[in-house]
């Protein structure tokens, strides 16, 4: 058979999982801008320090969405050597 090959079936689980991880990463990084982008909104924060508000929350969901994205891929990299 194919030995060293991976089957149709893990390729597919492959793609199913990133797919996931990117859509999951991208909804945590949009609900960590909103909050901080809410946040800037509710206190009335204008200016350079609204300016700073809307950076920093970039800068975290940006953050929060390549944290998202690596935890999935690796959680299963890991699944898939166990042969779960």
Same mark, same amino acid.
């Given at each position: 058979?194919?030995?060293?090959? %991976?089957?149709?079936? %893990?390729?597919?689980?492959?793609?199913? %999982?990133?797919?996931?991880?990117?859509?999951?990463?991208?909804? !945590?990084?949009?609900?960590? $801008?909103?909050?901080? !982008?809410? !946040?800037? +909104?509710?206190?009335?924060?204008?200016?350079?320090?609204?300016?700073?508000?809307?950076?920093? =929350?970039?800068? /975290?969901?940006?953050?929060? =969405?390549?944290?998202? +994205?690596?935890?999935? /891929?690796?959680? $299963?990299?890991?699944?898939?050597?166990?042969?779960?």
């Amino acid at each position: 058979m194919d030995r060293g090959r %991976e089957a149709r079936w %893990e390729k597919d689980a492959m793609t199913v %999982e990133i797919v996931f991880a990117l859509v999951t990463a991208i909804a !945590l990084a949009a609900a960590v $801008f909103a909050v901080a !982008l809410a !946040l800037a +909104l509710a206190l009335g924060v204008s200016g350079p320090a609204g300016r700073g508000t809307w950076v920093g =929350g970039a800068l /975290l969901g940006a953050a929060a =969405g390549v944290w998202r +994205l690596v935890r999935v /891929l690796r959680r $299963f990299d890991a699944q898939r050597r166990q042969g779960r």
